[in-house]
């Protein structure tokens, strides 16, 4: 029966991986209502805080989306890699990784994309090594940013075991930042030089131009500069108080004062934030709601929604089988968890469902926090497979070619910088562990 019961989950994620979108969490739902129904398991209870947070976080981003904020951050970005050309390979993937670190969010790198495409060919620098690297940047950034997804979900998971979101920030962020540097530096000298290569040549003589000079049109008001220092002002404040538990309120629980909980910090910062923006640049609510950080923010609370809660409700089900297979391995060697966390990013394509999905076990498991802190870096996994939106937007976006998907489909532009990171970020995860 517990075979027959994973085949149905593995099922489940690959149907919905397949579908996209929000398919991803209905199909969970589906998995869910076999296992329920039609196995008998007893539903555990829906990740509801980690989809508040991120609804509150997405809010909050949109404001900023929609007051103007984004395109004030994005004529920044295209500044600093103008004024910095020749060192495109290694200003790209620094502009992308700070820029979704303070958005919480990879949107920010579809608009980056075509600026680092023009700027390396405007440099002679080959595209591939800039757009590939800034690419998996983007992903990195992700578990180092105090207001994405996947990392309010990994402070909601360890907040048990006082884990402050200062100790998850001091190892991910040097550990992710560091593991793109060497990344770079590893693909700085990747395939033949601009004017040598075989795809660029041919598409010079069939008439392709020297890239256009393109500036930055959107109109920068003092409304979209305020939204971004409120926004990064609300980045700021969570990191504090998550790090200070003695600057939260503190409240009763069980004859104990206990501070308030980081989930509801989080909700109620973002949401305030949200509120002072849109009353301060008199945010159109409607496009705050169109606005693709919003949309894309709430396909992965539906994702996470489906897919976590089915898969939380087979582990615990399943536990007691579970446990005696794997214990001793991750006892003895639990790096080995961050293999399933890679894996599980690959079909899921979502840093955040991933964690909500198998953190969970990883804790029943009595697997180290610290561990799973250091592992964290793993669910950035799915650029393994080239079907996410900014691998597919950055091979568009480089007209000269090299930016590409192999003859055998893995050998894509972004495996190599994306492995080496993520075993570096690993590696150094585990140590900075051991060091703070």
Do not use: C
Request: glycine share 8%.
């Amino acid at each position: 029966m517990f075979w027959i019961q994973f085949a149905v989950v593995l099922a489940a994620i690959v149907i919905g991986a397949r579908i996209g979108g929000i398919g991803l969490g209905v199909m969970g739902g589906v998995g869910l209502a076999i296992l329920t129904f039609g196995f008998g398991l007893e539903p555990t209870s829906p990740p509801i805080d980690v989809m508040l947070m991120i609804v509150a976080v997405i809010t909050a981003a949109g404001a900023l989306q929609a007051s103007g904020g984004m395109d004030y951050l994005i004529g920044l970005a295209e500044k600093i890699l103008r004024k910095n050309p020749q060192r495109i390979t290694f200003m790209a993937p620094v502009v992308t990784y700070f820029f979704t670190f303070f958005a919480g969010t990879g949107h920010v790198a579809y608009t980056l994309l075509p600026v680092i495409s023009e700027v390396a060919q405007e440099s002679k620098v080959r595209p591939e090594r800039p757009m590939s690297i800034a690419v998996i940047a983007s992903q990195q950034a992700i578990t180092a940013s105090p207001i994405s997804a996947a990392t309010v979900a990994l402070v909601a998971l360890l907040a048990p075991f006082d884990i402050t979101l200062f100790q998850i920030l001091a190892v991910t962020i040097p550990a992710t930042f560091t593991a793109i540097m060497i990344s770079a530096f590893a693909i700085r000298k990747r395939g033949a030089e601009l004017e040598d290569d075989p795809e660029y040549q041919k598409r010079v003589k069939e008439g392709l131009r020297p890239a256009a000079v393109r500036e930055n049109t959107a109109e920068v008001t003092t409304v979209s500069k305020l939204s971004v220092w409120l926004f990064l002002t609300a980045a700021m404040l969570i990191v504090v108080l998550g790090s200070i538990p003695e600057l939260r309120p503190s409240f009763a629980v069980d004859g104990e004062m206990e501070p308030l909980s980081m989930p509801y910090t989080i909700q109620i910062i973002m949401l305030t934030v949200a509120a002072v923006i849109i009353l301060a640049g008199k945010v159109n609510v409607n496009k705050l709601a169109e606005g693709s950080v919003f949309r894309a923010g709430i396909v992965a609370v539906v994702a996470i929604f489906g897919i976590a809660w089915m898969g939380d409700t087979f582990f615990q089900a399943n536990m007691d089988q579970i446990e005696p297979a794997v214990q001793g391995m991750v006892e003895t060697a639990p790096w080995i968890f961050a293999f399933a966390l890679f894996f599980m990013s690959i079909f899921l394509n979502s840093q955040a469902a991933t964690v909500s999905a198998l953190m969970p076990l990883a804790v029943g498991l009595g697997i180290n926090p610290l561990f799973l802190i250091a592992m964290f870096p793993a669910v950035n996994g799915y650029f393994f497979i080239p079907n996410y939106g900014p691998l597919i937007a950055a091979i568009n976006f480089d007209r000269t070619g090299t930016t590409k998907i192999g003859n055998y489909v893995f050998n894509h532009s972004f495996m190599i910088p994306g492995l080496i990171a993520i075993i570096s970020a690993v590696a150094l995860g585990f140590a900075f562990t051991a060091l703070f």
